[in-house]
């Protein structure tokens, strides 16, 4: 023992080698050890594989369907129709995650939202999902439109603010609703996002002026620099 550390050089090259074993082990811990994954990763490849096989997809949920329904319709075009958006709209920090379509000339809205989540806790909480017959974008503000209908009678129209707690908040809300059994319907605004005329104010409305309106609010929305889910992978 007195020779090893009587020997200098020996000395430093031991201490040396220990070091150098500290940081191959630290490397290794690092490149293979757990890793915590990302949530936002970890959805966009849960829809990705939707996308990929939609015939296939099964399980679905937090507007997969939608999405599943919508690589249907588009078929070989649909990697590149289908995308994703990562955008702090409530200001809180925290990016939201929309899954949806950018890539629609077709489309009155310049983007359309099938699902969209916020960050909560580390994980990834759905804040809305498209359904049949309904239409979800983001406005050139920083809101969500919203147009709904049965394709006939009933229709709904409406923006909603998100709040920094992930809440959606409505600022209008415009829907028709029958006034009596001749098939005669009124049309009813609030700001509480109720389907209900007793606690809503009936408007005085012709069909073209509540299009006019639609289409309004349609405009307001604005192309997204989104991520098209044939450059993911």
Do not use: W
């Not at 949920?61 to 590149?80: C, E, H, P, S």
């Not at 009936?202 to 349609?218: D, G, N, V, W, Y």
């Amino acid at each position: 023992m007195k020779k090893i550390f009587g020997n200098k050089k020996l000395l430093i090259i031991i201490l040396s080698a220990i070091v150098l074993v500290g940081i191959a082990v630290a490397i290794v811990l690092i490149c293979f050890g757990d890793k915590e994954e990302d949530p936002y990763q970890m959805k966009v490849d849960e829809f990705y594989q939707v996308i990929a096989d939609p015939e296939n997809a099964d399980g679905l949920y937090d507007g997969m369907k939608a999405v599943r329904d919508a690589a249907l319709a588009f078929g070989d075009d649909a990697m590149d129709k289908l995308g994703y958006v990562s955008q702090d709209l409530n200001n809180d920090g925290k990016e939201e995650l929309f899954i949806g379509c950018f890539d629609d000339e077709g489309a009155d809205v310049d983007n359309e939202i099938y699902a969209a989540f916020t960050s909560d806790g580390g994980l990834l909480r759905p804040i809305f999902e498209k359904q049949k017959r309904n239409t979800f974008a983001l406005t050139d503000t920083g809101t969500v439109y919203f147009y709904g209908t049965d394709g006939d009678k009933y229709h709904i129209l409406a923006e909603y603010q998100l709040t920094e707690t992930g809440e959606m908040v409505c600022l209008d809300y415009y829907f028709t609703y029958p006034k009596d059994s001749n098939n005669n319907f009124g049309y009813f605004h609030n700001t509480t996002g109720e389907f209900n005329p007793e606690t809503s104010e009936e408007i005085q409305m012709t069909p073209e002026e509540f299009e006019a309106k639609r289409q309004e609010l349609a405009a307001r929305t604005e192309p997204l620099d989104a991520v098209k889910f044939s450059e993911v992978g």
